[in-house]
Each structure stands twice: as structure tokens, then as C-alpha cells.
């Protein structure tokens, strides 16, 4: 048999301690006043989601309580100058219909207005398609692949050759 244990890394410990309540993370203004554009970033890359021909935003906000819904969306609001709105689903597990609460950006602008924030901290051209909105105006497409290319420093190319491969994708795009 062989056992490990690693050793506790401190300042982990102590996000852990600032984010979580009676062993469950929370949401609380004095935690959120500490994000930045990365972690914004992070956020979004890891749990944000572009719909509806990627022209509008989703971040899947699922533990989290409709109150503490309400505190992120008045935190982008404020701090930020995002407007999002909370919508509800219903999933079902093992039998058992329950609700959930997301965070939504319902429009072009908005959501524009968030990915030009976290843009510059796009780590790797992969993950693009995150960022990645689509345009049936080719001008429009353009101007946002060079806003794109501009922010995250991306050769224009890649950026282009992404926004072709999502286009491909999406059955309303393709020629």
C-alpha cells in the first residue's frame, strides 16, 4: 500500500477561508471587490459560455443562491458597468426537479462591453472561440477580429482563422 499526503499550500488556505462559509463557498462583497480583469477572465473562460449564434453570454452560476445571484450582478454592475440578468433553469437529478440560477448577459453590447475587459488575459489562442463573436455583416465580423487581435496580442490571422472554424460550426453560418 502506498500513501501520500501533500503538504497544505498557506495562501490556497487562506483563499479558502475568505470564499467559503461552514465549509461551502459563498458569495460575498468583500471577496468580489478583490477580482481583477484576470480573474474575470478566468471566471469567464472556465465557466462562461457564448449562445444564441454567439451573440449573447451565459455564466453558469449554479451553486450559488438566488440572493447571492442578485450581489453578482449589482458587484458587474457597479463595478464593472455590466449588465446582466439572472435566469433560472431546472435540471433534474435522480428524479428530483431543482432549480438553478444563472447569469446572463442578454446583449451584444454588454457582452462586447465584458470580453473587452477580459480579453488582454486570454492565456492561449485556443481558447478564442470563448471570446469569439459572429456576425453575418463581414465589417462588423472584421472590426471585432481586430478588436480581438488587438486586446490579446493574437496574430489577426489566427484570430480570423478561429472565427472561420466557429462560423463552419454554427448551421446558420455556413454557405
Not at 497544505?8 to 467559503?20: D, G, M, R, S
Not at 462559509?21 to 472556465?46: F, Q, Y
Not at 440578468?85 to 457582452?111: C, H, M, P, V
Request: net charge positive.
Amino acid at each position: 500500500m502506498l500513501r501520500y499526503q501533500s503538504l497544505a499550500c498557506e495562501p490556497l488556505t487562506e483563499l479558502y477561508k475568505f470564499t467559503h462559509a461552514h465549509g461551502k463557498l459563498t458569495i460575498a462583497r468583500r471577496w468580489l471587490n478583490k477580482l481583477t480583469p484576470r480573474s474575470l477572465a478566468v471566471w469567464w473562460l472556465d465557466d462562461g459560455s457564448l449562445i444564441v449564434n454567439s451573440r449573447r453570454g451565459v455564466l453558469c452560476t449554479d451553486p450559488f443562491s438566488y440572493e447571492e445571484h442578485k450581489l453578482l450582478a449589482r458587484y458587474l454592475l457597479v463595478v464593472w458597468k455590466v449588465k446582466v440578468s439572472i435566469g433560472s433553469i431546472t435540471r433534474n437529478r435522480d428524479g428530483i426537479a431543482k432549480t438553478y440560477y444563472r447569469l446572463w448577459i442578454r446583449s451584444s453590447e454588454e457582452l462586447q462591453k465584458f470580453l473587452r475587459i477580459i480579453l488582454p488575459y486570454v492565456p492561449v489562442p485556443a481558447m478564442l472561440p470563448k471570446v469569439m463573436l459572429l456576425y453575418r455583416d463581414s465589417q462588423l465580423q472584421q472590426r471585432w477580429i481586430s478588436e480581438v487581435s488587438s486586446l490579446t496580442g493574437f496574430d489577426e490571422k489566427v484570430v480570423a482563422d478561429y472565427a472561420m472554424q466557429k462560423k463552419q460550426a454554427w448551421k446558420q453560418f455556413r454557405e
